[in-house]
């Protein structure tokens, strides 16, 4: 269970526990990799992206980790409920939660007239992480204790907006972090939830060479971070027994600018 150190019960010793990841394929298998060197059975949902969880789980067991992937759309309410309980009944436990699914497009605003882009954004980034969190929250209770993991981003984390397309998302993702304040204050002490704002990670795959070269120089460290970079902060928001409702930015100083 939870180690008592200094007084205080909540300490998480990962060895053992079982980590669930939401979606995210591109950075799953880091954050997947780093939880299970730790100890954790390590499972994927995936929607549409069986292959990809196929591959992470073969990733993760190539190395000798405990991993397995489920079906799932964690954009329903009554599917999240039902995951929650196959993972209890399945491998006895729900220690870690790390959501990584999202939505992340532009939006037209002019044309966008039954605001499906706005509706979407919610549901994926934000609706999703709440219906998550109070699914997750109370079966690790039973068990325990837990840490829940969501993830903002740099721009809505930097406290102004930067892109005029991306409205619907950044309102989105500032939900995410109020979902993760006013959660982890009703799920304390035994339940902490935190949330991860990613800045320049991963250069998207149809991104040119100059626009890759035009974030580096707008970042104060000159350059991307790569997916190990927010696997190290997950396992860190995993074993910390005295970090709830925060969102942390990594992003290489890109706020700054």
């Not at 039902?82 to 939660?97: C, H, N």
């Not at 044309?111 to 998550?132: G, Q, T």
């Not at 939830?193 to 040119?208: D, E, F, T, V």
């Amino acid at each position: 269970g939870f180690e008592s150190r200094w007084g205080h019960q909540f300490v998480m010793n990962l060895s053992a526990k079982v980590a669930l990841i939401a979606g995210g394929a591109r950075m799953g298998v880091a954050i997947g990799t780093a939880l299970g060197s730790k100890g954790c059975t390590v499972l994927y949902t995936y929607r549409k992206s069986g292959q990809a969880a196929a591959a992470a789980v073969s990733h993760l067991k190539a190395l000798g980790i405990k991993a397995s992937a489920l079906p799932s759309d964690v954009s329903d309410g009554p599917a999240v409920h039902e995951l929650v309980k196959r993972v209890g009944e399945d491998f006895g436990r729900l220690d870690v939660l790390v959501n990584l699914a999202s939505v992340y497009a532009p939006s037209d605003l002019a044309s966008d007239v039954e605001f499906r882009d706005w509706d979407s954004n919610m549901m994926a980034n934000a609706k999703a992480a709440y219906m998550l969190t109070s699914a997750a929250a109370p079966a690790m209770r039973r068990t325990g204790g837990g840490r829940i993991i969501h993830f903002s981003d740099w721009t809505s984390a930097s406290g102004r907006p930067r892109y005029a397309d991306y409205v619907p998302y950044f309102v989105s993702k500032l939900a995410v972090q109020g979902v993760v304040e006013g959660l982890a204050l009703a799920f304390a002490p035994e339940v902490l939830i935190n949330a991860i704002a990613p800045g320049p990670i991963l250069p998207p795959p149809q991104m040119s060479s100059a626009e890759i070269k035009a974030v580096e120089d707008a970042t104060p460290l000159r350059r991307w971070g790569g997916a190990e970079e927010i696997a190290r902060t997950v396992v860190f928001l995993a074993e910390t027994d005295f970090v709830t409702g925060e969102t942390i930015r990594v992003d290489g100083g890109r706020h700054l600018q």
